[in-house]
């Protein structure tokens, strides 16, 4: 396996991209080359099989995708590319304000992507902006524990 993370970000206001950037940071001391993509412009041929993927994505409207995700999430549900090989964890941001689609857009991902034969590596992480929490705050405690298991087995680790 790599050592290699691709962060996917979708965004309306910026959360999920500090996110992603605590993300990346956290994996780069770990030695594990992340890079962090905006999804603007992307679709699913950005999904590679025997790569490692961290999508950070929020929630809109009324439990949509962002409007710079769209791309990504429609060719995945048009197109059925498959998965088989992609390995994946989802930061979610939603606000439990919004009872009936609190985090779904990430949810909506984690269905597509494992429909298609992607594989998710540990639980999503569910932010709730009501929670009084910073995201990147959570995402940086998450994302120590998500790595270990996502690269966990590697031959190419450095020593401890
Ligand atoms: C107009 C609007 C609609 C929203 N709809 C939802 C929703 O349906 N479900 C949810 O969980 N959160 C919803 N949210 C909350 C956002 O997902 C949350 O504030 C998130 O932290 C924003 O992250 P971002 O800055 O990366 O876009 C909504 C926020 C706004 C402003």
């Known amino acids: 396996m790599t050592r290699a993370l691709t962060i996917l970000v979708g965004t309306t206001t910026g959360n999920a991209q500090y996110c992603a950037e605590e993300s990346a940071f956290r994996a780069q001391a770990l030695e594990i080359a992340a890079e962090v993509k905006p999804m603007d412009g992307l679709d699913a041929t950005v999904f590679v099989p025997g790569q490692t993927y961290l999508l950070c994505i929020s929630t ?27 390995r994946y964890g989802i930061v979610s941001l939603g606000d ?47 994302a120590m524990a998500w790595l270990a298991q996502a690269f966990e087995g590697d031959s190419t680790a450095p020593a401890q």
């Open 60 to 86: 809109y409207g009324q439990g949509d995708v962002p409007d710079n995700a769209r791309g990504v999430y429609e060719t995945l549900i048009r197109d059925k590319p498959a998965l088989s090989g992609v």
């Open 96 to 142: 439990s304000s919004h009872a009936q689609t609190f985090c779904f857009a990430g949810r909506r991902f984690d269905n597509a992507l494992s429909k298609l034969g992607a594989v998710r590596v540990g639980e999503i992480l569910n932010h709730d902006a009501s929670s009084g929490t910073m995201p990147e705050e959570a995402t940086a405690a998450w």
